[in-house]
């Protein structure tokens, strides 16, 4: 089988689907898939569309069916569907009646192996259920953990004779490699759906497909461990908010002058109103890039003032955040070196050493421990608990990605309402 490039229509309102379907086919996409979030959303109707619009492209329905196969299966069928998705983790039941409404409508089946431990076991058992396709699935969720198809792909190639598809997170510069380990059904969502010219996003990747070489890609990509501090420069406190559920905005904190994007792991320290001490310690201890957040229990006398902000600075610490107050603010300004605090004060304290370095704080109503990552820009300032740091970055880039194609819906001439099908999505009440 030649390799096909299927693109997933993962949204949620029929006309922005079927724009991007439109697009996505001028730009070279062999098959296009109805997304469980669409078909949830429009229901069969949005197979009927499909198939209407684009009589001679193959559509797939992405069910992933768990229960009832045979319904299921007629039901997308019979909308128009030409190929239909079915759970590896369904009951053995199932995908043999799904098999046998398919061939009976003209379809074929695709097994999702989503979740599923047993890959190969499971595989080789929906193969002679009536399988005529697979499919490595590594959900959007985790996706944003870091998990990638290419070791699992590998694996079951070796040990399936039916054509076998990809998905998840894949780009024009991940594809190949896929194509390489032996992916017949290159399956692309977010890469060409959320990008400002689909079609030319779709030319791309049907390019790195058939050449096999790769292409650098125009969306972000999702990041390791090892680059969060790059992942973070690309994002707004706004978009990192969004993306942990309105959560981690430091409240109260705001920067001293705007312009600054901060990001870096935490130092934290504890300290009482105009106790200086320990804010000035901590920055001998910090290591180059770190921010400092410093907790004084929102107290008005300033810990914090030009001659810290010059120590900080030339010690490479990447800004500071400051529950309480600082001073000098004419003399910080000209530093140009970020701060975010509670209040501006003139007066200061006097160094007594009291508090300590390192400890859980709390520093805006939000708990914040050292290696925490501490995000700032003119919005404000957000923390994110260091153990979810790289799933709540590529959520963040997510977020922005979609916010710049729902950009470009608007500049060809929607409104933010119609785009986004707001009156259909209000909730209904009485």
């Not at 909308?79 to 799904?98: E, N, P, Q, V």
């Not at 706004?238 to 993306?243: Q, T």
């Not at 260091?386 to 590529?394: K, L």
């Not at 933010?416 to 909730?427: F, H, I, M, N, P």
């Amino acid at each position: 089988m030649k390799p096909v490039l299927q693109v997933a229509l993962d949204l949620l309102n029929a006309d922005r689907a079927l724009t991007i379907a439109k697009d996505a086919v001028r730009g070279g996409a062999d098959w296009l898939e109805a997304g469980t979030p669409l078909i949830k959303s429009e229901g069969m109707d949005i197979i009927r569309q499909l198939r209407e619009q684009f009589p001679n492209t193959t559509i797939v329905a992405d069910m992933k069916t768990m229960d009832t196969g045979a319904l299921e299966t007629e039901m997308a069928a019979k909308a128009g569907a030409d190929i239909i998705s079915i759970l590896a983790a369904a009951d053995d039941a199932t995908i043999k009646d799904a098999s046998a409404s398919a061939r009976k409508y003209g379809a074929k089946l695709m097994i999702d192996l989503i979740g599923n431990p047993a890959m190969i076991e499971r595989a080789i058992q929906a193969e002679k259920l009536g399988a005529t396709y697979l499919c490595i699935h590594i959900g959007i969720d985790e996706q944003m953990q870091g998990k990638k198809p290419l070791s699992l792909l590998k694996n079951l190639v070796r040990n399936t004779s039916l054509p076998v598809g990809v998905a998840g997170g894949l780009n024009s510069e991940t594809v190949p490699e896929v194509v390489k380990a032996g992916a017949q059904i290159i399956i692309v969502g977010g890469a060409i759906t959320k990008a400002k010219n689909v079609t030319e996003a779709t030319r791309r990747i049907k390019k790195t497909i058939l050449e096999k070489k790769a292409a650098k890609t125009v969306l972000f990509k999702k990041y390791e461990k090892t680059e969060l501090n790059a992942a973070f420069m690309m994002v707004s406190t706004p978009n990192i908010s969004d993306a942990m559920h309105k959560q981690g905005a430091l409240q109260g904190i705001r920067p001293i002058q705007p312009g600054f994007h901060m990001v870096g792991q935490a130092l934290t320290v504890r300290t009482i109103d105009g106790d200086w001490a320990k804010p000035i310690e901590a920055i001998d201890k910090a290591v180059k890039g770190t921010v400092l957040v410093v907790d004084v229990n929102q107290g008005r006398t300033a810990v914090w003032g030009e001659l810290a902000t010059w120590s900080a600075k030339l010690h490479g610490l990447a800004g500071v955040v400051i529950d309480g107050a600082v001073r000098d603010y004419d003399d910080l300004v000209k530093i140009k070196f970020p701060i975010f605090s509670r209040y501006i004060v003139p007066n200061a304290g006097e160094p007594k050493g009291l508090g300590e370095i390192g400890a859980e704080i709390t520093c805006g109503n939000q708990t914040i421990r050292s290696d925490d990552w501490v995000i700032g820009d003119d919005s404000g300032v957000v923390v994110v608990p260091q153990e979810i740091a790289q799933e709540i970055a590529n959520r963040a880039l997510d977020v922005k990605e979609q916010e710049n194609r729902i950009r470009e819906e608007i500049k060809q001439g929607g409104s933010l309402g119609s785009v986004l099908k707001l009156k259909k999505w209000e909730k209904k009440i009485g």
